[in-house]
């Protein structure tokens, strides 16, 4: 794209902002980052970054710093409610050419992305209004600063303000789940991805190194309970495996309901909406990190490719909707197998769990 260099503003330092800053970077702009909420404010949680999300961090130059941190996972094991195997997949094979399997601290992802941005986020900066412009966009913050760009990205997250302000859709619609989530410290030795799969509840384990171990419990429902760590073991008391020692050994949970974003178009004018603010989905098949990543790869080689701001995003829409509505239909396909009785499923998943599994991954694995 030729003239002067574009003026561009990402709303939001989560994972898709920082990405997205980090990978305009690497492509010669220099957009300025704007954040919310104050430095340092992070839930203590792990994440589980498929093979897809490693090769989006090589492609940023990520993978070195990021590989220090957590624990590659070679494995994925399924196991019904009293802790007997199902079914089983082989990670390294599933994602054989494309990256390694991790689970780190969320914190650890966040450092990473934050000095391959550059460092420079503006925090406290929250967006209140957004005025399409012929060849921009006029921004202007809650602080009363503002600003004009040429194209301002929201990354803003499941509620994204930006995407109500460039009336690009309305609020995030539930995705019927209650999600808990939790590190623990001094728990069993767990050495995979281990699930447990109950009737319309579920309770995965995974380690993230030095000892912890990323716990993420969901049930179907729409009201958080007021004592989570209660209904954890309301729920999860009955279960085998390694789940007795883990809820032996939580003290604090998080709890939250799970929202899902499907918009008819991610762009108006020069406001586009990237991650969980244009596709957010249940975190079911832990890809959302993964899209987002992605996001900024394909972002940055489309303002680099393409003619024109307009072009790109164009261009950009084209390449990243099949990949995200393929994540969006195979979570809700593996949602709706939570509300088949165990009775049914389970002796399906001993046949043929695996493939299925491996199966809901197929486009992905694929070329970028
Ligand atoms: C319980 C749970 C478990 C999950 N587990 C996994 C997993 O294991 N693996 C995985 O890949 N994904 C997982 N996900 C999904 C993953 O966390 C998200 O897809 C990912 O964090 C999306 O990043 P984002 O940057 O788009 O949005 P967010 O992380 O929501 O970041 C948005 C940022 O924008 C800021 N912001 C919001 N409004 C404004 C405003 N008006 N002005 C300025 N800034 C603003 C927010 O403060 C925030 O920092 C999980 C999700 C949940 C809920």
């Known amino acids: 794209m030729g003239g002067p260099p574009l003026r561009i503003l990402v709303v939001g330092a989560g994972i898709a902002g920082l990405a997205v800053a980090r990978a305009l970077r690497l492509a010669g702009f220099r957009p300025d980052v704007t954040e919310k909420l104050p430095p340092n404010e992070f839930v203590d949680a792990g994440l589980y970054l498929p093979g897809n999300a490693a090769r989006a961090l090589r492609r940023l130059d990520l993978d070195g710093p990021v590989r220090p941190f957590g624990r590659v996972i070679h494995r994925q094991r399924f196991l019904d409610a009293a802790g007997e195997p199902l079914c089983e997949v082989d990670l390294d094979a599933l994602w054989a050419g494309v990256g390694e399997c991790r689970a780190l601290p969320r914190r650890d992802l966040y450092q990473v992305l934050l000095s391959g941005a550059g460092g420079a986020v503006r925090h406290g900066a929250e967006v209140s209004a957004v005025e399409l412009l012929p060849a921009g966009v006029g921004v202007t913050f809650t602080d009363g600063t503002g600003g004009e760009y040429d194209l301002v990205i929201g990354a803003d997250g499941p509620r994204s303000a930006v995407r109500a302000l ?203």
Do not use: C, K
């Open 166 to 368: 460039a009336a690009l859709g309305g609020p995030p619609q539930p995705a019927g789940q209650v999600v808990y989530r939790a590190v623990v410290r001094d728990g069993p030795e767990v050495a995979d991805w281990t699930a447990l799969l109950g009737q319309r509840a579920g309770f995965l384990v995974v380690p993230i190194g030095a000892g912890r171990l990323h716990v993420y419990a969901d049930e179907a429902g729409t009201e958080p309970p007021a004592d989570p760590l209660a209904r954890l073991h309301e729920l999860f008391g009955s279960y085998g495996g390694p789940v007795p020692a883990v809820l032996e050994a939580l003290d604090r949970v998080q709890v939250g309901l799970t929202d899902e974003v499907e918009l008819g178009r991610w762009h108006r004018g020069r406001v586009l909406l990237v991650g969980d603010a244009a596709h957010a989905t249940a975190p079911t098949l832990s890809q959302g990190a993964a899209m987002a990543l992605e996001d900024a790869v394909v972002l940055a080689e489309s303002l680099t490719a393409a003619g024109s701001v307009e072009a790109a995003l164009v261009a950009y829409e084209s390449r990243r909707r099949p990949r995200t509505r393929w994540v969006r239909d195979r979570t809700r396909d593996r949602n709706r197998t939570r509300d088949v009785s165990p009775a049914l499923r389970d002796p399906l998943l001993r046949g043929r769990g695996g493939r299925i599994f491996r199966e809901h991954y197929r486009l992905l694995v694929g070329p970028l």
